[in-house]
């Protein structure tokens, strides 16, 4: 049973430069979230597919971040023209319906550092 | 605005002892209420979870009573061992599938 995997698990930047992550979710579930958690704070959410479709997005979301879910199976974050505001956990969740709710199971991360 | 609110932001609690951490909501659209624990550099982990047609749920060493009219839950830890020891936190959201909100997180640490 494989769980949601992200990578790269850290990446060190210089500010100004894009970076992109990537996340596969558990196998056969159909949303996908992404989140993002500074230090000392809980995860904050930024957007999420349901398959393809991506249904939803935060404030926080600025226009230099933009998310994909090709053919409704990984997806990639990309983040251009990094600042060090950015530096944070970037983390990635899926979830199918279990019931009567989603269970969102999250994956280990990607420590962005932009210096 | 907060809309989830975290109690306390850390506690101690002796081997073998409950505890108790409470969060608060604002939004009387929330209808799923799940509780993570997260260790340093790891990614949360989901404990257990409740709607609010219940009023407690349990799941082994781990409890959430829910009180909708107060619009608080909370969760209760028995037996608390040493490695229950992370951060935990509580999260809301107001339609099951669709963002998680969540609260600004408990560091527990249970000391043998």
């Known amino acids: 049973d494989t769980g949601v995997s992200q990578d790269p698990r850290h990446k060190i930047t210089k500010r100004g430069q894009n970076v992109t992550f990537r996340c596969d979710p558990i196998s056969e579930h159909n949303r996908l979230y992404w989140y993002r958690q500074t230090l000392g704070q809980g995860p904050e959410f930024l957007t999420y597919f349901q398959n393809e479709a991506q249904l939803e997005k935060s404030r926080l979301l600025s226009d230099r971040f933009s998310a994909e879910r090709p053919k409704g199976s990984f997806s990639t974050l990309e983040i251009q023209r990094t600042e060090q505001g950015d530096s944070a956990m970037y983390l990635c969740?899926?979830?199918?319906?279990?019931?009567?709710?989603?269970?969102?199971?999250f994956g280990p991360g990607t420590r962005l550092t932009v210096t | 605005q907060q809309q989830v609110k975290q109690s306390p932001q850390s506690l101690i609690v002796q081997k073998g002892g409950i505890s108790i951490i409470n969060c608060a909501y604002e939004n009387t659209a929330f209808d799923y209420f799940p509780w993570y624990q997260q260790f340093p550099g790891k990614g949360p982990a989901l404990l257990i979870a409740i709607r609010p047609d219940v009023s407690e749920k349990k799941e082994g060493r781990f409890t959430i009573s829910f009180n909708k009219s107060a619009k608080q839950f909370s969760l209760h830890i028995m037996d608390s061992q040493p490695g229950d020891s992370a951060t935990y936190f509580c999260?809301?959201?107001?339609?099951?599938?669709?963002?998680?909100?969540f609260g600004k997180g408990t560091t527990l640490s249970v000391s043998s």
């Open positions: 999260a809301a959201a107001n339609q099951a599938g669709t963002a998680l909100i």
């Open positions: 969740a899926s979830s199918l319906f279990s019931g009567s709710y989603y269970e969102q199971y």
